[in-house]
T-cell receptor
């Protein structure tokens, strides 16, 4: 099976812009979670989607949003980008909701200038 | 989910067993112990998980103490490609997929 894919892999934006990141889960996986990784804060949970519904949300401002489509693919959006949003954004897929066994993609590295 | 504590860094000689400890003294009965690793600039990789029995797969073995307050991940024959940050996570069988990553242990495998 193909693994989790994320596009784009690298992105450079300027402050105030918005960005959309895409994640395609492993075939058959219905749950997608998103994480942000920065050198200062480490890996932090953003949100989890299952059956097109957001099931859980981490402690991030409303500028961070996401959605999941009927084919389980997911997107996350960050509006009004700030310098501190520069990070590696990771997507993970799993078979069901709430499982700790998650399979991560390679991530999208976002640089905000 | 319970907090876990791991040493910041460890070294291991290539070909030897790497034993990575994790303390989870406040773990509750329905929480599993999960191990992930992250090789530089890649996404985390699931390794193994267990509840109370020891577990083994093609990557590693997981030894959980009888009181479940600590565990050890064992890489039986470490190679240079095992150099990574290893995360120990306590995760309950709840309805949330939120994994709480700590700082992990940086394992350096040396030739």
């Amino acid at each position: 099976k193909a693994g989790v894919t994320q596009t784009p892999r690298y992105l450079i934006k300027t402050r105030g812009q918005q960005v959309t990141l895409s994640c395609s889960p492993i075939s058959g996986h219905r749950s997608v979670s998103w994480y942000q990784q920065t050198p200062g804060q480490g890996l932090q949970f953003l949100f989890e989607y299952f059956s097109e519904t957001q099931r859980n949300k981490g402690n991030f401002p409303g500028r961070f949003s996401g959605r999941q489509f009927s084919n389980s693919r997911s997107e996350m959006n960050v509006s009004t980008l700030e310098l501190g949003d520069s990070a590696l954004y990771l997507c993970a897929s799993s078979l069901g909701q709430g499982t700790g066994t998650q399979y991560f993609g390679p991530g999208t590295r976002l640089l905000v200038l | 989910d319970a907090k876990t504590t791991q040493p910041t860094s460890m070294d291991c000689a290539e070909g030897r067993a790497a034993n990575l400890p994790c303390n989870h003294s406040t773990i509750s009965g329905n929480e599993y112990v999960y191990w992930y690793r992250q090789i530089h600039s890649q996404g985390p990789q699931y390794i193994i998980h267990g509840l109370k029995n020891n577990e083994t797969n093609e990557m590693a073995s997981l030894i959980i103490t009888e009181d479940r307050k600590s565990s050890t991940l064992i890489l039986p024959h470490a190679t240079l490609r095992d150099t990574a940050v290893y995360y120990c996570i306590a995760h309950g069988s709840s309805n949330t997929g939120k994994l709480i990553f700590g700082q992990g242990t940086t394992l350096q495998v040396k030739p």
